[in-house]
């Protein structure tokens, strides 16, 4: 198993671009949440789904746009690229049962100028 | 706001101390997980706990859940230099165990 794999690890936008952050996982997991994390401030929810077709926002979803079409993928859009959204984004899954807990990928670091 | 308050933010320990990190909440919590990230990593899932009062041990790594479900700890005994990094306790909001908030972290830097 190749566990939750994310593309690109490195991407410098240009402010005002717009790119897709790609998150996969090969675990079956029914979770999957999208995640950034900038200095002091520890890890911030974006959205997340709890399965296929079904989506919800974060604590910091303006800006971010979501899709799970499939229970594999589920990637991150960012619609018109700000400097406020440099940072490093995780993209994690787990299943649903109680006991388990989210499992990340390597991260992805973007730089917005 | 952060769902999950931790403190201290940083400690810096001799080789060989004791360290131990808090996490508190507002509200009760159904569980609460535990992570660890070193330096340029990704966060790794090291434990959960679900009842009032558990606790439990991973090697030199206790865990305890209070009696109110509002908060927990971590304890390191006689930390060694593998145990830099980051601690985060994370939390669910509401009823939805897929929306884990968390805390902004302990780092841990261990002085051989």
New interface residues.
Partial sequence: NAGVTQTPKFQVLKTGQSMTLQCAQDMNH??M?W?RQDP??????IH???GAGIT?Q??VPNGYNVSRSTTEDFPLRLLSAAPSQTSVY?C?S?Q?N??????????TRLTVV | G?QVM?IP?YQHVQEGEDFTTYCNSSTTLS?I?W?KQRPG????????L?KSGEVKKQKRLTFQFGEAKKNSSLHITATQTTDVGTY?C?GPRGS??????????TQLTVWP
């Fill in positions: 029914e979770y949440s995640y002091g401030m520890g890890l911030r929810l997340y789904s709890v919800d974060g604590e995780f994690a787990r649903k109680r006991d388990s807990g989210y499992t990340f990928g390597s991260g | 952060q931790q933010q569980n997980q992570y990593g990704h966060p790794v899932f090291l434990i959960q679900v985060f994370a939805t165990l897929g929306r884990l908030y968390f805390g902004r972290g």
